[in-house]
């Protein structure tokens, strides 16, 4: 079978390797070089923010972690485990019960949190590091046969002459792509500075602040922008960023700014996984609206589509 995969984040290259595995000859396109994509500005830790709250969804976190667990033997794949902790400023906070089903969850208190926060959760969770999680798996594709072209696709039409099928990928892009209104961006900006030596994963209760080492980088965020396209950075947001870490860790008093990075998280109240034979003359199948946990449910929602196009799905 000859695929088509339009789109060339995470999803898209998820998608096209588990159709490679499966025997398909996939070609991807891709309007945008990684570095433009939202997947580039991602964080990447295995964590299902802002994305449908459904068994379907906890099925494809679980299976997605199970595929980095089994990829993690590699260093070069970039996946590592993060003592990740969650705190308030809020002594008597009461820790939502969502929080305790993550891996070796458990709550903690006093110097067990960074300066000034009371309370938290601390679980065990996969990060990925994107500068190394992306051009591994795309190496992987490459050297299976698999082609990848910077081009744009006008429509799905442009590609049924020669294909079997083709899978929408597309992100929020799929909008406009595949006139699906459903999707709709959240913007997110994060700051990426070389790592001082900061050795936990913090977010915080009350807003929208984390920080994710990855290595030899740290990523400091975060944003949320409903409904906003501009990929501008906001200069303010920066600077609030990164006035906000070093209040958390003095090591990070003195930000060496690797660059700024923007992304939109693809929002759907559902994640579209589904077969369409009405787009073109080919079957499309699409697969977008992962919001803010694109490379959480990757693995598992590259399955599911991987069954539509095969007509193995349950
Ligand atoms: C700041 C930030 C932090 C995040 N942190 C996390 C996190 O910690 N964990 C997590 O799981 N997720 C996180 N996410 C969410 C995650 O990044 C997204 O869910 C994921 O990247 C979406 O991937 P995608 O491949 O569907 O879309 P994209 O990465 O947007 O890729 C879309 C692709 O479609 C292509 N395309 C669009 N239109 C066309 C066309 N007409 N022709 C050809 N190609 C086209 C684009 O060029 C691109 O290659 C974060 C996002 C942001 C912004």
């Not at 070609?27 to 830790?45: C, L, Q």
């Not at 964590?47 to 709250?53: G, I, K, Q, R, S």
């Not at 906001?234 to 700014?257: C, F, H």
Request: with cysteine.
């Amino acid at each position: 079978m000859k695929i088509a995969v339009i789109g060339g984040g995470i999803t898209g290259l998820t998608t096209a390797l588990a159709l490679q595995e499966a025997g398909c000859a996939v070609t991807i396109f891709s309007r945008d070089p990684f570095e433009k994509t939202t997947s580039y500005a991602a964080g990447a830790i295995s964590y299902p923010y802002a994305v449908e709250d459904s068994t379907r969804a906890q099925v494809w976190y679980a299976q997605n972690d199970e595929m980095l667990m089994s990829l993690m033997d590699d260093p070069a794949a970039g996946i590592f485990w993060a003592h990740w902790k969650k705190c308030t400023l809020d002594p008597y906070f009461e820790i939502p019960e969502m929080y305790m089903r993550l891996r070796d969850a458990r709550v903690i208190t006093g110097d067990d949190c960074p300066l000034g926060y009371k309370k938290g959760v601390q679980a065990k969770l996969l990060v990925m590091h994107v500068g190394r999680y992306y051009p591994f798996l795309k190496q992987r594709f490459e050297r299976a046969g698999g082609t990848f072209y910077l081009r744009e696709i006008k429509n799905f039409g442009e590609l049924e002459k020669d294909f079997d099928l083709i899978v929408n990928a597309t992100g929020v892009h799929a909008r406009y792509f595949a006139q699906d209104e459903a999707v709709y961006p959240m913007r997110g900006q994060v700051v990426i500075i070389k790592n001082p030596g900061v050795n936990f994963h913090f977010a915080t209760f009350e807003g929208k602040n984390y920080f994710y080492p990855r290595i030899d980088e740290i990523l400091i965020g975060g944003s949320a922008e409903i409904g906003e396209w501009d990929l501008t950075p906001n200069d303010v947001l920066t600077r609030d960023m990164l006035a906000w870490a070093k209040t958390v860790d003095p090591l990070l008093k003195n930000p060496e700014i690797i660059n700024v990075r923007v992304g939109l998280r693809p929002m759907r109240p559902q994640i579209r996984v589904e077969r369409d034979e009405h787009s073109c003359a080919v079957p499309v199948v699409h697969n977008y609206g992962q919001g803010g946990a694109g490379y959480t449910v990757a693995w598992g929602c590259a399955f599911a589509a991987r069954d539509l196009v095969l007509g193995t799905a349950a």
